[in-house]
């Protein structure tokens, strides 16, 4: 796949603050990739570096091979929300592709389209201000693809939305994906990135813990545990083999399990004497792989930037 972007040991300080340290990674085009991390990880100032809004003190950015930003095929929702609050809805679609030198035909025909396909249809005549704050969050994020761009950056898209709101950003994202489109997309809810996104990058305290392959990150990272209900004693299942730590809510336990442990096997290897009333055994979701990440657990650890 072509590559559209390309990070290459990003590093950016305030003061004596490392924001972002030796930030490494790219985005093709026709994926979706994740750039995930706890509050305060560096992630909007690695997308503020991307889109020019600042400059990094090491390291480049380029796009298709080219350091220059190629502006009018950048697509841009920052986690600011805001537009001009007293222009009308079309008029404001209209002056942004303006700004990316799009053709004003085209312009007018897919923000109709659009506005039709979020629900908005009918509106393109209301002001900024008459909307509410979800109905403000479609129409900016038309007004970042309205041009048709090649590379889509999204800070925190679905943070505001209702559920509904939610799954029609989701199928907008992916069929823009499926067009070609590269996509980077920030975002604080594990569930969707999971189901979403094809790679992810995530960082902590400026730094790249994880970057992969999405199946691949889970693989690697997400062991299995197994879930318990019944009346049993903390004591016998913290005996039992594999076993690295145990949360226990009366009488649910939930048993995190070692990694490279055959389920199967281990499952075959409970001992009778187990009271059971319920039985279930997953891998960790990405929800909790961030937030042993994010805690400074075993996975994080593991990797070693924590100490660095
Ligand atoms: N303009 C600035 N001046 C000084 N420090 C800043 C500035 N912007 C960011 N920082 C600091 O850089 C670090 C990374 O912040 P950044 O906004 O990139 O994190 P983030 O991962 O986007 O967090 P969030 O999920 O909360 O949006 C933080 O410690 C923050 O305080």
């Known amino acids: 796949m072509e590559t559209m972007l390309t990070v290459d040991k990003l590093s950016k300080s305030f003061k004596d603050k490392k ?11 026709g994926e979706i990739m994740a750039i995930l991390g706890p509050n305060g990880a560096g992630k909007s100032t690695t997308i503020r570096n991307i889109m020019g809004i600042m400059y990094p003190d090491e390291g480049t950015i380029s796009f298709s091979g080219h350091e220059e930003i190629p502006r009018h095929k950048i697509g841009y929702l920052p986690e600011e929300r ?46 900024v201000e008459e909307l509410s704050k979800g109905m403000g969050q479609k129409v900016q994020f038309i007004s970042s693809i309205i041009h048709e761009p090649e590379l889509l950056i999204l800070d925190e898209p679905f943070s505001g939305l209702d559920p509904v709101s939610q799954e029609l950003f ?24 999971e189901e979403m996104c094809d790679r992810l990058f995530m960082m902590h305290n400026g730094e790249r813990i994880i ?12 062991n299995f545990k197994c879930t318990i209900h019944g009346k049993n004693d903390i004591s016998d299942l913290e005996g039992l083999p594999d076993v690295e730590r145990i949360e226990q809510d009366e009488d649910t336990f939930v048993l995190y399990l070692s990694k490279d442990v055959q389920a199967v096997k281990w499952l075959k290897n409970l001992p009778d004497s187990l009271s059971v009333q319920e039985l279930s055994i997953d891998r960790i979701s990405l929800h ?21």
């Open 19 to 29: 924001a972002a340290r030796d930030v490494s990674f790219e985005v093709r085009k």
């Open 170 to 193: 989701k199928n907008e994202i992916r069929s823009l994906a499926e067009n070609g489109t590269a996509i980077l997309l920030s975002s604080h809810q594990m569930n969707l990135v």
């Open 82 to 127: 805001g537009l001009y609050k007293n222009v009308k809805v079309m008029d404001i679609l209209l002056y942004l592709a303006e700004l990316k030198d799009y053709p004003l035909g085209k312009a007018k025909e897919r923000a109709l389209s659009y506005l039709k396909r979020f629900d908005l249809e009918g509106l393109e005549n209301s002001s």
């Open 211 to 222: 970057y992969g392959d999405m199946d691949d990150v889970k693989e690697k990272y997400a």
């Open 288 to 308: 909790e792989i961030f937030i042993d990440i994010a805690t400074e657990g075993t996975i994080a650890q593991k990797e070693g930037v924590l100490d660095a």
